[in-house]
């Protein structure tokens, strides 16, 4: 996501918790579009001390905050009777407690310098359909959902727009787990009508969009990037041709 956006031209502060992790992205940022485009920053989004502090050295490192992408996460699969009340609180407050620290922080800086600005929260179709398997997950996407709408519509006035992209699968990441068996992949690529899985820097580019001038009259808006699988195949799961009429 963060060398995608700088192949575009942006300047990105990349933050999360593990210090190894970002400086290998600010690496190789450096090493293939030379330095000063990527800087990295820790940060844990569930205390809104550190994510104030991340905001504070992530204007003084970019000279202006002219976006944020919400990217942070946390899943496990578990079944629903089992997931116990910490586990689920382990994910609600990376996601939703965690997309609002960063949000409302660095949207009250925009406000109180009377500019605009854009958000950007990573979703998936799952936030509307559900997901069995991930109820954590799923509501906390869901709540982000709600929290984009809602902000989108409430600052829109004042040139602060909120919007979210919803990726598809992408065998990064936290997903590895169903990434290494190829079967369970192939019955993935078979379930997704446009037959093949989504690529990393196709997320980016629609986060791109929605961050850039070219969406200033995008508000509140969930930007679909799944090759129709939340739509499923239809009839086609069933029988590759339907039959025509006789
Ligand atoms: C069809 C298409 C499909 C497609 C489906 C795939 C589409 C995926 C789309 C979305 C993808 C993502 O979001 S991917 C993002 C994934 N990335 C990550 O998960 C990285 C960050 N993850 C983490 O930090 C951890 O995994 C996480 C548990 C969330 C938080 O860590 P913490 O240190 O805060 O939490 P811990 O102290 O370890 O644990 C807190 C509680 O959670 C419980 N817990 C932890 N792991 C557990 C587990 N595996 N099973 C049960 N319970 C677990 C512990 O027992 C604790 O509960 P008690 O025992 O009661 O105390
Ligand atoms: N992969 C997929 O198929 C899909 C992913 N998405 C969404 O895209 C986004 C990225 O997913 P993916 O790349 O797979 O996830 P990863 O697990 O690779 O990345 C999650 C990131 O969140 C950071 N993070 C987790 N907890 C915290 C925290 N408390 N504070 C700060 N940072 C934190 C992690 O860094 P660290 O642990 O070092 O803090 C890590 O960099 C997520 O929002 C996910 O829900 C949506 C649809 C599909």
């Known amino acids: 996501m963060a060398a995608e956006l700088c192949r575009l031209g942006a300047r990105v502060v990349v933050s999360g918790r593990t210090k190894d992790t970002l400086d290998a992205t600010v690496e190789?940022?450096?090493?293939?579009?030379g330095p000063g485009r990527a800087f990295a920053v820790t940060a844990d989004v569930r205390d809104p001390a550190s994510v104030e502090a991340m905001a504070g050295r992530a204007t003084e490192l970019l000279g202006a905050v002219d976006g944020l992408v919400n990217n942070a996460s946390g899943l496990f699969p578990v079944k629903a009777e089992e997931l116990t009340p910490n586990g689920f609180d382990a994910v609600v407050r990376i996601v939703l407690n965690g997309t609002w620290h960063c949000t409302s922080e660095v949207a009250r800086r925009w406000l109180a310098a009377g500019r605009g600005g854009a958000v950007v929260n990573l979703l998936t179709p799952y936030a509307w359909t559900g997901a069995p398997g991930i109820v954590h997950n799923a509501s906390a996407k869901g709540g982000v959902l709600a929290m984009t709408r809602t902000l989108g519509a409430e600052w829109s006035g004042h040139g602060v727009r909120v919007n979210a992209v919803a990726p598809g699968w992408m065998p990064v990441g936290g997903t590895d787990f169903l990434a290494g068996d190829p079967a369970v992949r192939q019955r993935l690529i078979d379930a997704i009508p446009a037959g093949r899985l989504l690529k990393p820097e196709e997320t980016a580019r629609a986060v791109a969009y929605l961050l850039s001038d070219?969406?200033?009259?995008?508000?509140?808006?969930?930007?679909?990037?799944d090759g129709g699988h939340h739509l499923s195949k239809g009839l086609y799961e069933f029988t590759d041709e339907l039959p025509g009429r006789s």
């Open 214 to 225: 070219d969406a200033s009259y995008v508000v509140g808006e969930v930007l679909t990037i």
């Open 28 to 33: 190789a940022v450096d090493a293939e579009l």
